[in-house]
């Protein structure tokens, strides 16, 4: 069976440097084993998100040469089908209204050792009732105590205890916004997706998204969490870092010569030469990825 990928970018903003790293990973690895490429724009977000940023992204996209063979629904129209699934786990008693606001929980948490996350303790799983003068609650769902592992494609083997590493999860917000990992994994399945590449961040969210799948019988993409592009500080790049955003790059760089840096610092090129997708396309191999995260502005000189 061929594979089907997907690149699904927030149009919080202009794409940076790092959004086409991984977009440019997750259309070589497809495209070099004849496989389909689905582009799904991330708009869940109403007050971040805006139109006139997913028209830049795919015509960013079509600039770079990096196109795809069919495009998802909005997530902003698929609530319908986020609703279904919500209601189908609170159906089940996995799902629970929480009244707890973040400064709180920053205040009475300790940070996750590894990655400095903040674990939810279940402060409102038992509760009865809402608190006097509560606000509208977020629901999370409920996870069990048990280890979830996935072998990725450049990370390794990654094992993660929901309950002590996660802690129950919110899947709808406060405003009723549907979140990130029940629509992601949902449209993932609805689209028959079978590999997933991303960047390394996200890969502590992965088996919170694995529970998920199990929950509906949902079959388990392979991943691929890839290196993030730093700052010599070790900062990751953000849709801040203005003068490596796709508008000023482009002002800079032909395509080719933008997609041979990229591919020069992922290490699927030796050295640094123009290159379309297509020839890239034809030289990629995940064995030649680098694994660790990379500083990117000594490419960009």
């Known amino acids: ?92 008693g996995l799902v629970y209204p929480c009244y707890c606001s973040r400064a709180s929980l920053h205040a009475a948490s300790a940070p996750h050792a590894s990655d400095g996350r903040i674990v939810y303790p279940g402060t409102c799983r038992s509760l009865q009732e809402a608190p006097a ?9 409920i996870v069990p105590d048990r280890e979830i592992s996935l072998s990725d494609g450049l990370q390794g083997e990654y094992t993660e205890n929901l309950a002590r590493d996660c802690g129950d999860f919110i899947i709808r917000r406060a405003d009723g916004v549907y979140a990130y990992q029940l629509a992601a994994t949902c449209d993932d399945a609805a689209g028959g997706v079978t590999e997933v590449t991303r960047g390394r961040d996200i890969l502590p969210s992965t088996p919170g998204q694995i529970y998920l799948q199990e929950l509906f019988s949902w079959g388990r993409p392979h991943y691929n969490h890839v290196p993030l592009l730093i700052d010599e500080s070790g900062r990751r790049l953000s849709k801040r870092d203005g003068d490596l955003d796709l508008g000023a790059l482009r002002e800079r760089f032909t395509a080719p010569e933008l997609l041979g840096r990229l591919a020069w610092a992922a290490g699927i090129l030796p050295a640094y030469t123009p290159a379309t997708a297509e020839e890239l396309t034809s030289v990629f191999d995940w064995s030649k990825v680098r694994r660790k995260d990379i500083v990117i502005r000594p490419f960009f000189v």
């Open 133 to 141: 003068g509560a606000k509208k609650p977020a629901q999370r769902l």
């Open 1 to 92: 069976m061929k594979p089907i990928g997907r690149f699904a970018p927030s149009p919080s903003g202009r794409m940076h440097t790092g959004n086409v790293f991984s977009a440019l990973l997750a259309y070589l690895s497809i495209r070099s084993r004849g496989g389909t490429l689905l582009l799904r724009i991330e708009d869940l977000d109403p007050d971040r998100c805006r139109t006139e940023y997913a028209d830049a992204v795919k015509r960013d996209l079509d600039w770079l040469g990096l196109h795809w063979d069919r495009e998802q629904a909005l997530q902003s129209t698929r609530t319908e089908a986020y609703a279904a699934c919500f209601e189908d786990l609170r159906e089940r």
